[in-house]
Nanobody, 124 residues
Framework: QVQLVESGGGLVQAGDSLRLSCTASGRTFSSNPMGWFRQAPGMEREFVAAISSWSISTIYADSVKGRFAISRDNAKNTMILQMNSLKPEDTAVYYC?????????????????WGQGTQVTVSS
């Protein structure tokens, strides 16, 4: 069974940092681009960041550029989202995802695998 499992969410104050992890099991994702999305209550799921299969390329949503950093360790089948300078508007459920190609990984409807999500709440 293929699974993506997120961890590391929690309740923090504005300006704090959090480190989210996504661990894959059931198959290796070393050849897949992977990404993070988030969904706030009543909002559409939105793209946050993505990383290519061998970490050559990364891309970020404008809203998190300069504050968030995505990385991956293919040997551990793990992807990380380091979130710094958190703001209340970053509050959402964060999901990791994997896609078949770089052009797909930024589009929620074109990702093939999803985790169950981890809640991030930032208080002001």
């Amino acid at each position: 069974q293929v699974q993506l499992v997120e961890s590391g969410g929690g309740l923090v104050q504005a300006g704090d940092s959090l480190r989210l992890s996504c661990t894959a099991s059931g198959r290796t994702f070393s050849s897949n681009p992977m990404g993070w999305f988030r969904q706030a209550p009543g909002m559409e799921r939105e793209f946050v960041a993505a990383i290519s299969s061998w970490s050559i390329s990364t891309i970020y949503a404008d809203s998190v550029k300069g504050r968030f950093a995505i990385s991956r360790d293919n040997a551990k089948n793990t992807m990380i989202l380091q979130m710094n300078s958190l703001k209340p508007e970053d509050t959402a459920v964060y999901y990791c995802a994997a896609a078949r190609s770089w052009t797909m990984v930024t589009k929620k409807d074109e990702c093939d695998y999803w985790g169950q999500g981890t809640q991030v709440t930032v208080s002001s």
